[in-house]
């Protein structure tokens, strides 16, 4: 970890002497506002998110980052489950003629697909390819064991790695080789079934990160250049970063249409006896999400958590001054985390000895918990703890008997505050714009920019082209389901042309 700034002072005033480390506060050695990308960086590193990996482009989870997935995936699994969705685990392997079958899908795959070759010292027979996603994987099965309506509907989801050899500026949970995720393959009878689950597992997503991450995403449709290769349409929520001017995708919901079905011969026989096509939808969300979170709320001292998500809630340090009643200090801190775990908050105790209250301060600050309690004899003696807020830092006395109410009001309005700010900083970075000199300044301006579009696949290229540099070219983010009147006679920002409706551009990651 990077040090910085002067150190903290004594320990426990127990009987024997503790030796108490001399160690320097936790620090940052990078503003966010300075340098993003080596903020962020140390940012998931200090906070013992992740640690590096010898392989370019994968990362070790550690418990800090994997606690927050699960806890994630406890209310998305429960979700699914209402909507009849099944486990399955599918094998981490595909053959090369399987991956090659649906060719716009395995061409927008082609350059991150990682191969085995070798087995020992021989080589394979042919090469075998681990899954960048997992239609090619399941359909040739979902064609075995559908054969008449009563088949229907199948859903199936899996909680899995996938890997995409990235070589583009891998980042810790935003662009690796290896990541988390939960794919969900679901087929239907008709159209109308697939549409409407589409958009009912977009709002879980929308859940996930503003109820539960507190990061605000729009809603709304790709491109057809944006969007998944060999399907018919897909919708996402995007969320943007302020400080670098960029959206990011943060999951996606695709209808499939018939596309997939046709290449792997999944048909049924409806109630009339005819065979007919199934209609098909996949969908998923990855530890990306974690990531977007880190930068959205992290700040100056590190990592800032959603109470929803943060592993440990509330972190109870005690304070003994010189001479203090320790074990009356510490039996009051073990009592008050023992309130809080019984009335379903995550809280823990800090007793290591041979570090300052100041150390532990940074520590926990710098790993985002939501709140800190501290308990020091003039607290025991006034029967109230000192609560103290990672969001911004205010300080407020609350009497013991109080506790467990005060600490719920507390966790639910940083939920409520850290969504509420994060959404202030995106809706300033909005610019509606009509003219091409308007989107270049605004793009270089790293806003989130709202232009009239006439929805060409020519005209986007068009504009990635013109836009190419290094900072990246320009795209469409999404078309969002919240249109804002187009007056007739508008007109394409980069065309000229008549606009069909608004969409989001930028820069992504």
């Not at 127990?14 to 903020?39: C, H, P, Q, S």
């Not at 960086?41 to 990996?53: H, K, L, R, W």
């Not at 880190?294 to 100056?300: A, C, E, L």
């Not at 980069?494 to 969409?503: I, L, N, Q, R, V």
Request: with cysteine.
């Amino acid at each position: 970890m990077s040090t910085s700034k002067g150190g903290g002072g004594g320990g426990g005033g127990g009987k024997k002497k503790k030796e108490v480390k001399k160690e320097t506060k936790l620090g940052m050695a990078y503003k966010k506002d300075d340098n993003f990308g080596e903020w962020y960086s140390e940012v998931v590193v200090n906070s013992e998110m992740i640690e590096y990996y010898d392989i370019s482009g994968c990362y070790i989870l550690r418990p800090w980052a994997m606690e927050i997935w699960e806890l994630m995936k406890e209310f998305f699994d429960a979700e699914i489950k209402k909507l009849k969705l099944k486990p399955y685990y599918f094998p981490l392997f595909v053959t090369e003629n399987v991956l090659q079958k649906e060719k716009d899908h395995i061409e927008g795959f082609a350059p991150e697909v990682a191969w085995v070759t070798k087995s020992g010292k021989s080589d394979l027979e042919a090469p075998i390819a681990i899954r960048p996603t997992s239609e090619t994987v399941m359909y040739p099965y979902f064609s075995k064991w559908i054969r008449s309506h009563r088949d229907l509907l199948l859903k199936c989801n899996q909680w899995c790695n996938v890997v995409r050899w990235e070589f583009s500026n891998p980042t810790p949970f935003i662009r690796s080789r290896e990541f988390l995720w939960q794919e969900g393959h679901t087929v239907f009878a008709t159209k109308e079934e697939a549409d409407e689950e589409v958009l009912q597992i977009l709002e879980l997503y929308r859940r996930i990160y503003e109820e539960f991450l507190a990061v605000p995403v729009s809603k709304g449709r790709k491109s057809e250049m944006e969007k998944f290769a060999g399907g018919l349409y897909t919708t996402s929520v995007e969320a943007f970063i302020p400080n670098t001017g960029r959206g990011i995708q943060g999951a996606t919901s695709h209808c499939l249409g018939q596309n997939f079905a046709k290449m792997f011969g999944i048909t049924f026989e409806n109630e009339k006896g005819e065979r007919s096509m199934v209609w098909q939808n996949s969908w998923a969300y990855t530890t990306r999400s974690i990531g977007v979170m880190v930068m959205t709320h992290g700040d100056d001292k590190g990592l800032v958590l959603p109470p929803k998500v943060a592993p440990i809630q509330v972190i109870v340090i005690p304070v003994p001054f010189k001479d203090a009643d320790t074990t009356a200090i510490k039996g009051a801190c073990e009592s008050t985390v023992y309130t809080l775990n019984q009335a379903g908050i995550r809280a823990d105790l800090d007793a290591r000895e041979n570090y300052s209250p100041g150390w532990k301060y940074s520590q926990w600050e710098m790993k985002g918990v939501p709140l800190r309690i501290e308990i020091g004899p003039k607290d025991l003696a006034n029967k109230q703890v000192r609560i103290v807020r990672r969001d911004n830092g205010a300080k407020v006395d609350i009497p013991s008997t109080d506790l467990v109410e005060q600490v719920r009001v507390l966790l639910d309005g940083i939920q409520v505050n850290l969504l509420e700010t994060a959404k202030q900083k995106r809706d300033a970075c909005i610019a509606p714009i009509s003219t091409w000199d308007e989107f270049t300044a605004a793009l270089n301006d790293k806003k989130l920019i709202l232009a009239p579009w006439c929805d060409e696949e020519e005209v986007e290229k068009d504009v990635k082209a013109r836009t190419k540099g290094e900072l990246g070219a320009a795209k469409t983010l999404c078309t969002p389901f919240d249109q804002p009147d187009l007056p007739s006679g508008t007109v394409c920002f980069a065309s000229g042309k008549p606009a069909t409706k608004w969409s989001f551009w930028g820069r992504s990651y």
